[in-house]
Structure formats: structure tokens, C-alpha cells
């Protein structure tokens, strides 16, 4: 495994990291969950992600369980909030009520004294960014927290959180969790130089684009027991299961064949080639896909491959 910073921080996080949405808690069973946590740490990796919203609490738990036969200074571990978790009115957002909360009610789940990163699930518009930022300085004085970040947030409302903070003296946020692969590639434009000018590192999820950069969905069958074939949660893949990309996804089979490597591993490999990512955020339905998944750490691209891609993907 390799390890770099998180945007400025002093903090090493795996370039590959196992996150929990969809998976833990939910469609995988806790006990084979254990076993890919146990797998990915053996494997290296020191970074885990959850969310309080991730089968309402039950990921957090179940995450948590597996790491506490290890040393918890050796693991990274976050959560976040801002969508609802009940019905009322101060149930979701990022008032200093909810995060708090939240956060409290993350670490019970958890059973730990602090979390390494807090994010901010999605900017709230309706709750003023020095009230929240304010909230979550507290958390870091009080040893609940120690870093703080924010997850799908546009590079005006990170460089918001960044005045915000500077004029009242908050912890500044250290980490984006934004979506990137492929054929999903907002953040080049804006929020990496953005990101870059502060000192804010990206964690990306949904770097295989739901799995269609496996190569799995050839001529547009769905495999039994894929993550298509599951009603609850294929509306996330729709979008990338369109005739032009899954042609394009054959065309990068031929240079991940030429390499020979896996198609997964040219993704993520191509992901990590961006200096401003720290992590790649992968999940896994079991043991065997984190072990081919870490590999694409050593996968160096060289620049006349990055082309072919590029060639490719316009």
C-alpha cells in the first residue's frame, strides 16, 4: 500500500480507502463485511469510510465492530451528516443542533471516544457555514473530532468555508468527498484548482462509476447479483449503463488488456494519477475485490497511455 497526505494536513490516509455506502449494514451480511474490513487491513489500508445516514447508523456500527481488534491509532475512520435521520424538523442539515447530535450519536454507534474526519455531507443552504463550522470547532476542541471536511461541495462554497473560518479562527476544512471516475469529471474544472490554492485534499467515491468500470456489463446484461441487478439501489447506475459509454468502456479494455491489467485497476490507477486526490474510495461485496483493488496502487500510466485514455473518454 501507498499513503499520502490529506490536502495540507499532517494526516497519511491509504490511496485506497473501503467505504461503506450501499454495502455494510445493508446488502452485504455483517459477517462477510468483517471479513473484507479484516482483508482491507491486512492488505494496508488504514482508511474507512461511514456515514450516520448509511443503513440508518447500521454501516457505522458494523464498520466499527470489525476494526476494534486493532490498535486505534493505526486506522482512520469518519462519518458525516446533513441528510435526514428522522422526521422532524431539526433532524438533517448542518445546524449546530444536528451535527451535534449527530456526531454524539455516531460515536455511541461506534463505541469510540473521537472520529478522525467529520464531513459535512452536503452544503446546507439553509444554515449559516460560520454556525456550522463554529459547531464542528467545538467538536475539535473537545477532542470529538479531528479533522474536518465536506463532500460534494462546489468550489465557491469550499472557498466560503475557507473566509469563514480564516476571519473567525475555525479549523479549516482538509478534505472534499466528491464523485469522480471517468465519465463523471466536474471537480477538474473548478474545484481541484480551488482545492489546491487551500490546501483541501479529495477522497472520491464512485470510482468505477457503480461497477461499469469492471467491465461487468458487457452488451448491456445485467449479471445476477450485481448492484444493477438490485431494484433497491440500481437507480445510482442508470446513468452510466448508456450505449456510448458502456463502448467507450470496451475501448479502455483494450488498453487495460495491452497493459495487462484490470480494467478496475486502469480506472483507479488513472484516478490516483490527479496529485490533489489523496484516496480512492472502493466498496466491496467481498474479499476477493480489495485484493485486486489495492493493486492498482503500483500501476504506474505513462503519459502516452494517459492520451490514449483521454482520446478515448472525449
Given amino acids: 500500500m ?14 485506497v480507502s473501503l467505504g461503506s455506502w450501499l454495502t455494510y449494514g445493508e446488502s452485504v451480511g455483517d459477517h462477510t463485511a468483517e471479513e473484507i474490513i479484516h482483508k482491507a ?31 486505534r491509532e493505526s486506522y482512520v475512520i469518519t462519518t458525516k451528516a446533513f441528510w435526514p435521520m428522522g422526521e422532524g424538523p431539526n433532524d438533517r442539515g448542518l445546524s449546530r443542533k444536528h451535527v451535534r447530535e449527530q456526531v ?29 463550522l463554529r ?11 479531528l479533522y474536518a471536511g465536506v463532500s460534494e461541495w462546489t468550489a465557491a462554497q469550499i472557498e466560503e468555508a475557507m ?7 475555525l479549523d479549516r476544512i482538509v478534505v472534499n468527498q466528491p464523485q469522480y471516475n471517468m465519465f463523471h469529471r466536474y471537480i477538474e474544472k473548478e474545484v481541484i484548482p480551488v482545492s489546491e490554492k487551500y490546501g483541501v485534499g479529495q477522497v472520491v467515491f464512485s470510482p468505477l462509476a457503480q461497477g461499469v468500470l469492471t467491465g ?15 431494484q433497491s439501489i440500481n437507480q445510482f ?6 450505449e456510448d459509454i458502456l463502448n467507450k468502456v470496451q475501448q479502455l479494455e483494450g488498453i487495460a488488456k495491452e497493459l495487462d491489467v484490470p480494467l478496475s485497476g486502469l480506472a483507479l490507477a488513472w484516478i490516483l494519477r490527479q496529485p490533489n486526490i489523496a484516496s480512492t474510495l472502493v466498496g466491496a461485496s467481498k474479499p476477493s475485490q480489495i485484493e485486486e483493488n489495492v493493486k492498482a496502487v503500483d500501476i504506474e500510466l505513462s503519459q502516452e497511455v494517459i492520451q490514449k485514455i483521454e482520446d478515448i473518454l472525449s
Fill in 104 to 132: 454524539e450519536a455516531s460515536l455511541k454507534r461506534m463505541d469510540l471516544d473521537y472520529v478522525d474526519i467529520f464531513y459535512c455531507h452536503r452544503y446546507d443552504p439553509e444554515t449559516p457555514v460560520e454556525e456550522t
Fill in 237 to 242: 447506475i442508470q446513468g452510466f449503463l448508456q
Fill in 216 to 230: 461487468k456489463y458487457k452488451g448491456n446484461k445485467i449479471p445476477e447479483n450485481s448492484r444493477a441487478a438490485n
Fill in 163 to 169: 473566509r469563514v473560518a480564516d476571519k473567525y479562527l
Fill in 2 to 15: 501507498k499513503y499520502r497526505n490529506l490536502g495540507r494536513s499532517g494526516l497519511k490516509v491509504s490511496e
Fill in 41 to 71: 487491513y491486512e492488505l494496508g489500508i488504514n482508511f474507512f469510510d461511514s456515514a450516520n445516514m448509511y443503513g440508518r447508523g447500521e454501516a457505522e456500527r458494523v464498520m466499527a465492530k470489525a476494526l476494534k481488534s486493532y490498535n
Fill in 135 to 145: 459547531t464542528i470547532d467545538d467538536l475539535v476542541r473537545q477532542g470529538k473530532i
